[in-house]
């Protein structure tokens, strides 16, 4: 049984800072990515950003130059440092992990992340 569980995310003023970070437990073998997805009201679920087992990273472009994802592959935890916050990324922040074999996604419960102007 794979667990995802979040941390982080609240209130926070436009400009402000936030840290998310995702712990990941269970039976994990292969993994492919971890990353963040977010989804606000009326919207579909997007990517943030991912970041794979050897390092590389990927960006949604309109987080690009804001946020940082990072990881720690022996606590099987990944971060996003979120800088320079604006109303636009108030949303539910999912962290996710994908596995190699199986090819498998596992999703956290979320956590919200609300900026106001």
């Known amino acids: 049984q794979v667990q995802l569980v979040e941390s982080g995310g609240g209130l926070v003023q436009a400009g402000g800072s936030l840290s998310l970070s995702c712990a990941a437990s269970?039976?994990?073998?292969?993994?492919?990515?971890m990353g963040w997805y977010r989804q606000a009201p009326g919207k579909q679920r997007e990517l943030v950003a991912a970041i794979t087992s050897s390092g590389g990273t990927n960006y949604a472009d309109s987080v690009k130059g804001r946020f940082t994802i990072s990881k720690d592959n022996a606590k099987k935890t990944v971060y996003l440092q979120m800088n320079s916050l604006k109303p636009e990324d108030t949303a539910v922040y999912y962290c996710n992990l994908n596995l190699i074999n199986p090819n498998v996604n596992y999703w956290g419960r979320g956590t919200q992340v609300t900026v106001s102007s």
């Open positions: 269970g039976s994990i073998f292969s993994i492919n990515t």
